[in-house]
């Protein structure tokens, strides 16, 4: 009894750092922001109580609501094609070939990266006699204005997010892979089960863990897109690829309304928490046992 | 006895330099500190000045202090304020005034400066930087606004420079072949889109918004013109839809992307640094047609000293020196390490030689007829960033976005109480 106290108590006693960083770095700065999205504030002048006006008027700005919607559309989109993109990468890299190493480190490289650095050399690409147009052209497709067209910046966007995330997450699903006692697949193979069978039974059920930890980062990586808008399209053209965080950072840091973007972000904060809960809830249903 | 020496050492190692970083060693003297943003070039005649001034002033040092532009002109300064640690001194764009005039943040100098000081700046600069009768920053350049070309290619194809939009619009068709187009203007969303969009519904005989901020003037026929006129540079494939570089970035044009470009007279010592053999010509903003008059706007950043500073009168000692009591600075920064125009009269006519020599002649031409950068608030910049990116990419009609800006300038004028810019 003594002993399990004592273990209690240092346990505690180590996650205290922790706990105080947590406190300090995420749990106060949320109850700042919550009361400041109380307020209109410009940051250098006086807050202005407002209730709360600013999450009203949430609801009537056309700008977020599409910021919203873009962010949905993007996530829709990014979170599957990551997915399937990666776990194939780490499909084909899993096997024990010569020179396969370097295929995972070219794979794996992007993300070593800098997102600006990268965000730079793709917008030189992406104009309109850059490299990508030059290399549609061989399909016999025009020149397009890809940054510069509102149905196409926001995949231009994703293409570049994809390039820098599709790596790390080929590592995170080679590490599951790995975890798959071999001798499922000797075992299925003198059942006679083939390729696609041995995947879909035996691969993709007992990868559920690292798909969950996949598909959960990816949604929350495709809901706080915001490097690659500032640096390629500043959200535009016309808002088509300004996005909830980006659409909040323009409202505070180039608009100054401070209280009208911390409502933002705590709106943000409620519906990732909410969808994050349901997704864990969801995903983690029905465990497969090994 | 080695083990308690090794800690006594390192206690000793940890406290000695703290005396060393508070107030007992350094703090005989006042301590003013200027901010602005980095400008690895221009700043190294900022920082001579500066040595000047704590040579000679030896109970005031100044304290320079610069960052990167995107983080000065977005969450630098701001967030310094709101935490009570802002500069003594800092640049200050035209956009940024009134904000920190409202707050109270902005000290006013009109005490400090007599009527002939003030009498050498050009009036119009006086009158940018005055909030219900106070003056609130000292201009220190003025950037006017104009259309850069190339001089040989407009020579080879037998182009004359374009003296109305039609001919203007006409010019970039002519110009557009191949890879290269035939005009470059701003097409990301901000304050600069804007500045350099306000000389066309200028130069259309409109505004904004009324001088003495009661209405919004939008959907103008000038205002719905120069959207429009805008709107077609895209729709019509003269003008690229996305850049490489930043609006004022006038190495677009050296590189080739276009052989007309919006810029401002930074451009001209840019160009003439770093493309040496690009032969370069300048010519006004068109009007809209004859019956109008070509209108540029002038940016540049002024001196504010921080009204709540606790050295504010060593503050503003420091910023008059800079911007008012000398010619020497004001000079060497708008002549050597910039292109600008001096506010002041003194200083253009010291520079009477360099502001006379083309293609700056034309920018003086210019200047006598531009107009300052208005200090709008943010929500009048996004209405009209709002429109024109509406009409640009967004398929609106030029009437239709700019009644949209209308109504939302129009909103907020009703519920604006805070002071009027010139005024």
Not at chain 1, 26 to 35: D, G, L, Q, T
Not at chain 1, 180 to 205: C, H, V
């Amino acid at each position: 009894m003594k002993k399990n106290i004592q273990e209690l108590f240092f346990g505690y006693l180590f996650l205290i750092p922790d706990l105080i960083g947590l406190i300090i770095f995420w749990v106060v700065p949320s109850i700042i922001a919550f009361i400041v999205s109380l307020y209109n504030w410009d940051a250098i002048g006086q807050p202005i109580f407002s209730s709360f006006s600013n999450y009203r008027n949430l609801w009537s700005d056309p700008y977020w609501i599409k910021s919203l919607l873009n962010t949905v559309k993007y996530s829709l989109i990014f979170v599957p094609l990551n997915f399937i993109i990666s776990l194939s990468l780490a499909l084909l890299v899993k096997e024990d070939v010569r020179g396969i190493g370097i295929y995972k480190a070219i794979f794996f490289a992007s993300t070593a990266m800098s997102s600006v650095a990268i965000s730079f050399i793709w917008k030189y690409m992406f104009q309109p006699y850059g490299f990508v147009n030059y290399i549609i052209s061989f399909f016999g497709i025009s020149q397009q204005p890809l940054l510069g067209s509102t149905q196409q910046a926001l995949f231009c966007i994703l293409l570049v997010h994809l390039y820098m995330s599709v790596g790390y997450y080929m590592v995170i699903f080679l590490a599951g892979l790995n975890d798959i006692p071999l001798e499922y697949y000797e075992a299925s193979k003198m059942d006679g089960a083939n390729t696609i069978q041995r995947f879909w039974f035996i691969t993709f059920p007992l990868l559920k863990p690292t798909s969950t930890f996949v598909l959960i980062m990816t949604f929350l990586q495709g809901f706080q897109i915001f490097d690659y808008i500032y640096i390629l399209t500043g959200g535009g053209p016309y808002y088509s690829t300004s996005t909830s965080v980006y659409y909040m950072y323009y409202t505070a840091f180039q608009m100054y309304h401070f209280g009208y973007g911390s409502s933002q972000a705590f709106l943000l904060f409620l519906i990732l928490v909410t969808l994050s809960f349901f997704m864990l809830k969801v995903l983690r249903s029905g465990k497969v046992a090994m | 006895m080695v083990k308690k020496g090794v800690i006594i050492l390192l206690v000793l190692t940890l406290i000695i330099p703290v005396f060393f970083v508070s107030s007992g060693f350094t703090k005989d003297k006042v301590q003013v500190r200027f901010w602005k943003f980095t400008d690895t070039f221009a700043d190294a005649t900022i920082e001579k000045y500066i040595k000047l001034w704590n040579q000679s002033h030896p109970d005031i040092e100044v304290i320079f202090e610069t960052f990167p532009w995107g983080d000065y002109t977005g969450t630098k300064l701001s967030s310094a304020f709101a935490t009570g640690q802002g500069p003594d001194v800092f640049f200050i764009s035209p956009g940024d005034l009134l904000r920190y005039v409202n707050a109270g943040l902005a000290q006013p100098l009109e005490k400090y400066l007599s009527t002939e000081e003030i009498k050498d700046f050009l009036p119009a600069t006086i009158q940018s930087v005055k909030v219900s009768g106070h003056i609130f920053a000292i201009p220190l350049e003025m950037e006017p606004v104009a259309i850069f070309y190339n001089k040989k290619i407009f020579k080879d194809l037998g182009l004359q420079e374009p003296k109305i939009w039609s001919e203007l619009l006409d010019t970039a068709h002519k110009l557009r072949k191949g890879e290269k187009y035939g005009i470059i203007v701003d097409v990301a969303p901000g304050y600069y889109q804007n500045f350099t969009w306000y000389p066309f519904i200028w130069s259309a005989g409109g505004d904004v918004i009324s001088k003495d901020w009661k209405r919004a003037l939008m959907t103008s026929q000038a205002g719905v013109s120069a959207l429009k006129l805008w709107g077609d540079f895209i729709k019509e494939d003269v003008a690229p839809k996305t850049l490489p570089g930043s609006g004022p970035d006038i190495t677009m044009l050296g590189n080739g992307i276009a052989d007309m470009m919006v810029c401002g007279f930074w451009g001209v010592k840019q160009l003439q640094a770093d493309f040496p053999k690009y032969d370069f010509g300048v010519f006004p903003i068109p009007p809209i047609d004859n019956k109008h008059k070509s209108i540029s706007v002038y940016g540049g950043w002024r001196l504010m000293v921080n009204a709540k500073s606790k050295n504010v009168e060593e503050a503003v000692k420091f910023a008059k020196w800079m911007g008012v009591d000398q010619i020497d600075f004001p000079l060497e920064w708008c002549t050597v390490a910039n292109s600008k125009f001096s506010p002041r009269k003194s200083v253009l006519k010291a520079g009477e030689k360099y502001y006379s020599t083309p293609p700056n002649d034309i920018f003086s031409k210019v200047l006598q007829t531009a107009r300052s950068e208005p200090a709008f608030p943010p929500e009048i910049v996004k209405a009209v960033s709002d429109a024109i990116q509406g009409v640009m990419f967004g398929g609106l009609d030029a009437k239709v976005a700019a009644k949209q800006a209308e109504t939302s300038i129009t909103d907020f004028l009703k519920n604006y109480k805070g002071g009027i810019p010139g005024m």
